[in-house]
């Protein structure tokens, strides 16, 4: 006998409850078309009841934007399988529970953009949708078993019985409630079954084989029973476990001979999934529907999404660009972990006191006049950090800081003397080191100047808090301290302290975080979070730690997509702690690194800093028989303007595409798209140096 079940459904149905038409109910229906789902529309609550009822749809998106047009809540409390409420940004902060209670599941915050929309369908369907129509299936699968007059038995994978059927209970003799939670009955020991037998079927299935044979199990009356049983092991749901499927033909001892089919179901399944498993079983489950091209071509995809570099670009040889290739190579890995015989000790050091000439704070109003004209236009992105530099015997980290803290309150947030403060920037800066050509208090000052001015920014200031800026402001001057002017690649293949520390792995950003918070903490006298809360203070640092080790730049193109990923959702969207996050690194990024982005002269000067700094390094390296972690920065055949064009190529171009995009830096892009017209003008006519010869 055959049982049939039928369960109702063709094409996903998709009802739109929206007012009145306008460019985000057209985006849903261009979306609906685009995923081949049959769309209906109601303007009224009255249709909609009307159209739901006679359709059943999967799946109902209800507009909420303009409640005065009718009650989403209200609309439909019991009926809905899968509803979608639309927010507006400036309701985002609204409590979900009223919606969660009438029976909303997902909320989409507004954005008619098509792929949005259908990016959001997609999500749906194989989420809520599917999980709906496995629900429905699974309850259709019961109704059959309960029908059907094979005796079926599903247990769990340490074999305790979980559900019979009736016909078991009829053939066995024995009452579901004797059955469910005890151990499987266990095969009678006799010359008819080799003492062997189970762990012959178990071996099979383990091994993910067929068995097939004859099988017998005892009934309630202690009559034994012969099952002809072919067992299949299926594969469950996160590649654990297997569902055993049992066919028997029965025959009693007395000798009937009826055809009966059991079956036994080990389940087990994984209850939390991260996401990425989520995205490859979606993919496999689209490869079995898929035409040959699309399934190999989804092949390939899910080979990339198993590596661990997802954001990392590849390039190609490194015949094709070795500017590109070792400034990359330099920057965004953490050496050969190849050492040579005599290995370089780069020693963790005690934090550097202030040097008795600096233990006098200065106050604003003492700030000398000389100094206090370099900083009359801090506020402008043209400020120019050099003059500052020169105005202050290269101590501009504590002026400009106690400028840019005092305009942005953070005394008042930090509930501490201005006095504290200087302290702690004279400290701060007493441990950066002055003979840096580059990472020195000049570039965290440069630092600390562009942070502030992307915190004005107004979209940037509507997606933070103001615990976000004050992190922000702080993250940016201690970002470097005690930068020894080398790579983590350096570090890491000279076997230095830091680096055996740190295994290897962010190296000297884990360095930058934990030596500013030993100096902060050490003396109450510069402690600037003496008087802050507890869980503030927690929340503070583990802000201020997130965005220096952001700076790190293995982890740049990750950094980068997450953002691009972001910048496309409403403000709203992005005023989500998650985003705030990407927000914060993307902020202190751009302004590590902005330095195409200045003006020119500004952009030369730093330029020539750098390559200085990678010169020596590869000086030293030379030196000390280390692997050279940027070949092409050797100072006798180096061209500066190539060096530059890569840089800018390869990490600044995109970041702050994006950027721009988020906080609308026009000027920063038009002095991007100068300087990177210098540097190619250098080099057409093969120049290697900072500047065209004089004429």
Not at 369 to 390: G, V
Not at 439 to 463: G, I, M, P, W
Not at 492 to 501: K, V
Not at 567 to 582: C, M, Q, T, V, Y
Request: aromatic share 8%.
């Amino acid at each position: 006998m055959t049982y049939r079940c039928t369960v109702s459904f063709v094409f996903l149905q998709v009802l739109l409850v929206f007012a009145k038409e306008d460019s985000q109910s057209n985006g849903f229906c261009w979306a609906c078309e685009k995923a081949n789902f049959r769309c209906s529309m109601a303007r009224t609550p009255e249709s909609a009841l009307e159209c739901f009822l006679e359709k059943h749809h999967d799946l109902v998106i209800i507009d909420h934007r303009h409640s005065r047009h009718f009650d989403a809540e209200a609309l439909f409390n019991v009926w809905v399988l899968t509803c979608v409420l639309l927010l507006r940004p400036d309701r985002e902060e609204a409590s979900v529970m009223p919606l969660i209670n009438a029976g909303f599941n997902r909320r989409y915050v507004e954005n008619a953009n098509v792929m949005a929309c259908y990016n959001e369908l997609l999500q749906l369907e194989h989420g809520e949708v599917r999980a709906q129509f496995k629900l429905r299936a699974g309850n259709a699968i019961f109704t059959a078993l309960e029908q059907s007059q094979e005796a079926i038995e599903i247990m769990s994978e340490d074999q305790v019985i979980q559900y019979v059927n009736p016909a078991y209970e009829s053939i066995m003799g024995y009452q579901q409630g004797e059955l469910i939670g005890k151990e499987i009955i266990e095969v009678p020991k006799s010359e008819k079954n080799k003492p062997d037998l189970l762990e012959t079927i178990n071996s099979c299935i383990r091994k993910g084989k067929e068995w097939q044979g004859i099988y017998y199990a005892k009934k309630k009356n202690g009559d034994s029973i012969q099952q002809n049983v072919k067992i299949t092991p299926v594969i469950g749901q996160g590649g654990k476990g297997s569902l055993d499927v049992r066919s028997t033909t029965s025959r009693g001892s007395d000798g009937d001979s009826q055809r009966r089919h059991s079956s036994m179901a080990r389940i087990h399944s994984m209850t939390i999934e991260a996401p990425i498993t989520k995205v490859i079983n979606i993919i496999n489950a689209a490869q079995e529907s898929s035409p040959m091209p699309v399934a190999e071509a989804l092949d390939r995809v899910l080979e990339i999404l198993r590596t661990t570099e997802l954001y990392s670009p590849q390039l190609g040889t490194k015949d094709e660009d070795p500017h590109t290739n070792d400034l990359v190579g330099g920057l965004m890995t953490d050496g050969l972990r190849r050492l040579s015989g005599n290995e370089y000790i780069f020693s963790t050091k005690q934090p550097h006191h202030i040097p008795s000439h600096l233990t006098t704070p200065l106050s604003l109003n003492d700030i000398p006049p000389r100094i206090a004209q370099t900083m009359e236009n801090e506020d402008s992105w043209d400020f120019d950090i050099f003059n500052l530099e020169a105005a202050t015997m290269k101590r501009p980290l504590t002026y400009l800081g106690l400028k840019i803290f005092s305009r942005f309150g953070v005394c008042e947030f930090l509930n501490c003397p201005e006095a504290t403060l200087r302290s702690w920037l004279q400290v701060i800066e007493a441990n950066y080191h002055s003979s840096n050509s580059y990472h020195n208090s000049s570039h965290a000052a440069d630092v600390l100047h562009a942070t502030a001015y992307f915190l004005c920014k107004e979209r940037v200031k509507q997606s933070l808090d103001p615990i976000d800026e004050v992190a922000a402001l702080i993250a940016a001057t201690v970002h470097d301290v005690d930068h020894p002017g080398r790579t983590n690649s350096f570090l890491c293949n000279a076997g230095s302290e830091l680096a055996i520390l740190y295994n290897d792995t962010a190296v000297l950003e884990s360095h930058h975080a934990a030596l500013a918070f030993q100096i902060t903490t050490r003396d109450d006298k510069c402690n600037i979070f003496k008087n802050i809360e507890r869980n503030e203070y927690r929340t503070l640092r583990q802000a201020i730690i997130d965005m220096v080790l952001a700076t790190e730049m293995t982890k740049h193109f990750e950094h980068v997509n997450k953002f691009v990923n972001s910048i496309n959702k409403p403000l709203a969207a992005l005023e989500e702690n998650g985003n705030r996050i990407l927000v914060k690194r993307m902020l202190i990024k751009c302004a590590d690194i902005s330095n195409p982005c200045r003006p020119q002269e500004l952009c030369i000067e730093w330029a020539g800093r750098i390559s200085e700094e990678y010169f020596a390094q590869t000086d030293e390296e030379k030196r000390q028989a280390l692997p050279v972690v940027m070949p092409v920065f050797d100072r006798n055949t180096c061209s500066i303007p190539k060096s530059q064009i890569s840089f800018i190529d390869y990490f600044i171009t995109d970041m702050f595409d994006a950027w721009d995009a988020f906080a609308d830096l026009p000027n920063l892009m038009q002095h991007l798209d100068n300087n990177f017209k210098y540097w190619k003008g250098l080099d057409e006519k093969k120049l290697h140096s900072l500047r065209p010869p004089p004429e």
